[in-house]
């Protein structure tokens, strides 16, 4: 059983063999086992994907996409709420932010999209 190398633009580990090619599921990047691959160096080393895969960086505005209770409130973050200006960190919950009505909250990148 041949290992087929990670993917070079996004560093997937799901990278197969298509043909006489390599492909990544992920990001559909395509390349071929013989060329060398230059690997992509992130200015800041996260890289944060939200619920569709969409590449979030700080600054971004998203959208929630499923109702989430609220540690301490009675109140719940409602589907379609924006959340402006956020700020990406490294951990369990990766996006930090500032939401009117429940002040500084932390969220998980897979409850929210990218707003266009």
Known sequence: MS???PCPKCHSVWSYAEG??????????AWSP???????????????????????????TVVVVKDLKV???SAALKVGTKVRNI???????DIDCKIDGFGALQLKSQFVRKAT
């Open 3 to 5: 290992v087929t190398p």
């Open 20 to 29: 006489s090619s390599l492909a990544c599921p992920e990001c559909g990047h």
């Open 34 to 60: 013989e060329q060398p691959t230059a690997t992509v160096v992130e200015e800041s080393g996260l890289v944060v994907r939200d619920a569709n895969g969409t590449r979030l960086q700080d600054g971004d």
């Open 71 to 73: 540690k301490g409130s």
């Open 87 to 93: 700020r990406l960190v490294d951990g369990d919950h």
